[in-house]
């Protein structure tokens, strides 16, 4: 089975502790990472990424280190961040096949692989266009088509429905929970109505630390709710409510 093992992982910029010593094993499935502003959810996903080292610790995928941006790492990962930074010159389909060529995917494999993210996330109609003239839902749509690009093992996204509209976001939402079946999937959002029906387990993060981490319904049963608590509910107690924030719960 897919396992990705983080272990003591620990990141300090100047005085500040972003992550502070965090371990946890995933296998496939969607975990929802949760936080305020400054929890650590960023730094951790870049460490993964391969975009920045940390301090200490490790992490391994299938029993390999992955840190340093290892090759045969790159090639099982697929990652949408935040940013959209776009070539706003290219039209969708050259940026495609851009992304296709830096993944390694051959030529002769390139149109098929296209085609079939790009009808994933409803955008077949717009792939002739300059990135320039696309909305900001547009954009984060072909953000994720070239997450996907490679038939990913590793999916990690950042806020991958900012910017979409309703419809938008319940359809790129079904499409995580179908391809997650045989995927490790890591989603970093704001909505929070975004993953409580597809996340097999939240992730709660909070001044580098996670402090739960468990399936949404055993973490509404945790906060001592009498009815059946909500994720909105959960993050309103651990972020918000002044509860018992610092407990940790985690698995």
Do not use: W
């Not at 010159?89 to 149109?111: C, H, N, P, V």
């Not at 749509?141 to 996907?148: F, M, T």
């Amino acid at each position: 089975m897919k396992q990705l093992f983080i272990q003591d992982i620990s990141k300090t910029y100047g005085k500040k502790k972003a992550l502070d010593h965090i371990t946890m094993e995933l296998s496939p499935g969607v975990y929802g990472l949760l936080g305020p502003n400054g929890a650590g959810k960023s730094t951790l996903m870049n460490i993964i990424v391969g975009n920045h080292m940390p301090d200490s610790g490790s992490i391994t995928y299938n029993g390999k280190d992955i840190l340093g941006g290892k090759t045969f790492f790159r090639n099982v990962l697929g990652y949408m961040p935040q940013q959209q930074g776009l070539y706003s010159q290219f039209t969708g389909y050259r940026f495609l096949t851009y992304m296709a060529a830096l993944k390694g995917i051959k030529r002769s494999e390139t149109a098929q692989a296209i085609e079939h993210c790009v009808n994933m996330v409803n955008m077949k109609e717009h792939m002739g266009k300059r990135i320039g003239a696309y909305s900001g839902g547009m954009k984060q749509r072909l953000l994720i088509a070239q997450a996907v690009l490679n038939d990913p093992e590793i999916l990690i996204l950042d806020e991958p429905t900012a910017g979409l509209d309703p419809q938008e976001r319940i359809r790129i939402r079904t499409m995580i929970a179908n391809i997650a079946q045989e995927k490790i999937v890591i989603l970093a959002t704001h909505v929070v109505s975004d993953i409580e029906k597809i996340a097999s387990e939240i992730i709660l993060m909070k001044d580098g630390h996670v402090i739960a981490k468990d399936s949404p319904i055993h973490l509404g049963q945790q906060i001592g709710k009498t009815s059946v608590a909500t994720l909105e509910d959960v993050y309103m107690y651990y972020f918000e409510d002044g509860g018992e924030q610092d407990a940790d719960i985690s698995k």
